[in-house]
């Protein structure tokens, strides 16, 4: 009797050390699963995927030859540079007896520490689903300082729940984050010459900036080349440089022939609706060509609180974004192209 593991939601991601001047982390190329025993890596039974910065897959993998109880499902990645992943781990359990179909999933809940028992922990509400790939709110005001487990579990159409998955995070109550007011910021043109070292721009002491620059062209090579702008805030700490491709043509209606760049967008006419939102929310934008796009909303520590990848058209596309999770306040949503190139908008949240 053939028997199957169904459902089986998998998620992995690779993380890279880099230094200030590193290039960006390699993209997944490949992946392979195996079931118990490690085989040794290149050696699993391969699963297909695309040059990706992250994979999110959902697997029907066979389990002929397994006995019936439980085992270990492991699943890594190899990134462009030829490094492995460590294996991500999975239990599952084979019922011999039985051949099962897949149900939806229909509810689900958390808890922290200890376990209150199946259907008493803190639900998360309805769900109607195959698989769950959703960011959610939990509040950790009544945990104490120090290390907690969290657990989530889910149950199916047949009344059958999961095991539970765990999760280790820490609670900081003596350090409570405070966003600092931006008090400088500077610019470079593609090389970094190290933070503090870019052209300084003028601003005032505020919260953020939106606000437009006389930036000075210096003699570069014509062609593409990228503008870097970063702030510092009054801790002394200064962000991620914000990148944007340029392109430097000659002025030829000068007399002295200068330089001129010209910012290349990713995409043009954005705009959210409605803005301040209770919850959903619409960003409406003009795509330049057909490619992907990752969506990020940060709140205003610097937190990214929701990120979504889409596909978009060439032309007018228009994202819904769920709001619902999240505390009321004042969100910066990122729109980023394949090219890492970026545009941002704010959006407010009542």
């Given at each position: 009797?053939?028997?199957?593991?169904?459902?089986?939601?998998?998620f992995?991601?690779?993380?890279?050390?880099?230094?200030?001047?590193?290039q960006?982390?390699?993209?997944?190329?490949?992946?392979?699963?195996?079931?118990d025993?490690?085989?040794?890596?290149?050696?699993?039974?391969?699963?297909?995927v695309?040059?990706?910065?992250?994979?999110?897959?959902?697997?029907?993998?066979f389990?002929?030859?397994?006995?019936?109880?439980f085992?270990?499902?492991?699943?890594?990645?190899?990134?462009?540079?030829g490094?492995?992943?460590?294996?991500?781990?999975?239990?599952?359990?084979?019922?011999?007896?039985?051949?099962?179909?897949?149900?939806?999933?229909?509810?689900?809940?958390?808890?922290?520490?200890?376990?209150?028992?199946?259907?008493?922990?803190?639900?998360?509400?309805?769900?109607?689903?195959d698989?769950v790939?959703k960011?959610?709110?939990?509040?950790?005001?009544?945990?104490?300082?120090?290390?907690?487990?969290?657990?989530i579990?889910?149950?199916?159409?047949?009344?059958h729940w999961?095991?539970?998955?765990?999760?280790?995070?820490?609670?900081?109550?003596?350090?409570?984050?405070?966003?600092?007011?931006?008090?400088?910021?500077?610019?470079?043109?593609?090389?970094?010459?190290?933070?503090?070292?870019?052209?300084?721009?003028?601003?005032?002491?505020t919260d953020?900036?939106?606000?437009?620059?006389?930036?000075?062209?210096?003699?570069?090579?014509?062609?593409k080349?990228?503008?870097?702008?970063?702030?510092?805030?009054?801790?002394?700490?200064?962000?991620?440089?914000?990148s944007?491709?340029?392109?430097i043509?000659?002025?030829?209606?000068?007399?002295?022939?200068?330089?001129?760049a010209?910012?290349?967008?990713?995409?043009?006419?954005m705009?959210?609706?409605?803005?301040?939102?209770?919850?959903?929310?619409?960003?409406?934008f003009?795509?330049?060509?057909n490619?992907?796009?990752?969506?990020?909303?940060?709140?205003?520590?610097?937190?990214?609180?929701?990120?979504?990848?889409?596909?978009?058209?060439?032309?007018?596309?228009?994202?819904?974004?769920?709001?619902?999770?999240?505390?009321?306040?004042?969100y910066?949503?990122?729109?980023?192209?394949?090219?890492?190139?970026?545009?941002?908008?704010?959006?407010?949240?009542?």
């Amino acid at each position: 009797m053939k028997k199957y593991l169904l459902g089986c939601l998998l998620f992995a991601s690779c993380l890279l050390k880099e230094s200030i001047f590193a290039q960006a982390p390699a993209k997944i190329t490949a992946a392979e699963y195996f079931i118990d025993l490690d085989p040794g890596t290149g050696n699993g039974s391969p699963i297909v995927v695309g040059a990706t910065d992250s994979a999110s897959l959902n697997l029907t993998l066979f389990t002929n030859g397994l006995s019936g109880g439980f085992h270990q499902l492991f699943i890594r990645f190899e990134d462009a540079n030829g490094l492995w992943s460590i294996a991500e781990q999975r239990t599952f359990y084979i019922d011999s007896t039985k051949t099962y179909k897949a149900a939806k999933l229909t509810a689900g809940e958390y808890f922290f520490d200890k376990d209150p028992g199946i259907t008493k922990a803190t639900s998360l509400g309805a769900i109607n689903t195959d698989s769950v790939n959703k960011q959610y709110s939990l509040s950790t005001g009544a945990l104490k300082g120090g290390f907690h487990q969290l657990f989530i579990r889910f149950k199916d159409s047949s009344n059958h729940w999961s095991i539970a998955e765990q999760r280790s995070f820490y609670v900081d109550k003596d350090s409570i984050v405070k966003p600092s007011p931006i008090i400088a910021g500077e610019y470079f043109f593609t090389k970094d010459s190290g933070v503090g070292k870019g052209t300084p721009l003028i601003i005032s002491k505020t919260d953020s900036v939106n606000q437009t620059f006389n930036i000075t062209v210096p003699n570069l090579t014509l062609g593409k080349q990228f503008l870097e702008i970063r702030f510092k805030d009054s801790s002394g700490k200064w962000s991620i440089a914000e990148s944007r491709k340029i392109t430097i043509v000659n002025n030829f209606n000068s007399a002295n022939q200068n330089a001129t760049a010209i910012q290349e967008k990713p995409v043009t006419v954005m705009s959210i609706y409605p803005n301040p939102t209770n919850g959903n929310a619409y960003l409406v934008f003009n795509a330049l060509k057909n490619e992907k796009f990752s969506i990020v909303i940060f709140d205003i520590a610097g937190k990214a609180v929701l990120a979504k990848e889409i596909i978009a058209g060439k032309g007018t596309n228009k994202i819904l974004l769920d709001l619902h999770g999240m505390i009321p306040g004042s969100y910066v949503v990122n729109v980023i192209n394949e090219a890492h190139e970026q545009q941002t908008l704010k959006i407010i949240k009542q």
